[in-house]
């Protein structure tokens, strides 16, 4: 029987909880924030504030979604960076507050490797070793699962991280309601359905180079939005969001396969907010279907940034006795632990 665990997860602009006991889900309660206003990006000061007041809440919605009560939990796990400080430093408050009072081990978490662990929670046969695309707004890592805790960077990006892209060109199309700058994969998604892919070729890097790069594209959309008239803009925006959304995709996908081709490994895991998106679930689906390797992706719920991952991540740590201090503070640069800087980095 594993822990049962108490996952808490403040790094940017979702306040979630949840409880993990014996590797599956008890609960996970994830508020997001909509009230980022007129200011077009996650405002760190309104984002900590809403941790501040929604954590409480959040917490006992956790619990009392679980059936536990305080006493039951045997570990409490908190996202200690990479993310925003004084968003990070909201839930590692309570997560303190809460093993100090409760005489609980504490372990901070680090927020890709929480992604990771996203795998494990309904895939009981996702095992070691993986190839995973850990796709989200800060972070495009495309990294070898040697074995848990042992990770190899096989690709990163060079400028943005491909949910950034999204988010950047959902605003050029205007698709963001106000106080929703990390909703911009969703709503490209949702208009692409109506639009052509191939109606426009936007650039796609170098697809032979172990790197993303998605800064190029953002600006050829933007160019290419600045020629087109008004009534065109408007007409066509279908298609240039589901180009841009190809555009994306492709070299996701591409690059997933031929690394795993190239290091022999037959098992992919997709995982991070930006694996939430259709097109990539299909055509990864589909590509890595005819390379004979098994994918696996967490539901989308279990991608975008929630507690439950974290408790995983900590539940597995926890396990190993890798206990944190009250001492322990947030980081916002924070280097994934178990990181192998050697061959494939
Ligand atoms: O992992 P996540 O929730 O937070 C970070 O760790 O950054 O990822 C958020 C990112 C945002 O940039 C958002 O636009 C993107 O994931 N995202 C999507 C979709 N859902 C969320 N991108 C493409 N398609 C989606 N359906
Ligand atoms: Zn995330």
New binding site residues.
Partial sequence: MRPTVLGIET??D?TSVAVVADGKIASNVIFSQTDHSIYGGVVPEIASRNHTRKLLPVLREALRDAGVRLEDIEGVAVTSGPGLVGCLLVGLSAAKGLAWSQGLPLVGVH?MEG?LFSGFLEHEDLRPPFVALV?????TDLIEVVDLGHYRYLARTSDD????A??KV?KLLGLLAPGEP?????R??ELARSGDPSAFDYPRGPLDEFTFSFSGLKTAVLYHLQKLSAEEQTRLKPDVAASFEAAVVDPLVEKTVQASRRIGVKRVLLA???A???R?REDMEVACGDAGLSLHVPS?IL???NAAMIAAAGSYRLERGETDGLELNADPRRPLPGIDTGAGA
């Fill in positions: 790094s940017c979702e927020h992604h796709a989200s707004g800060g972070h991280a491909a949910g950034e999204f988010d959902a990390t909703m911009g994969g969703p490209i998604s991070g907010g930006v939430a998106n259709k990539l989308p991608c975008t940034d």
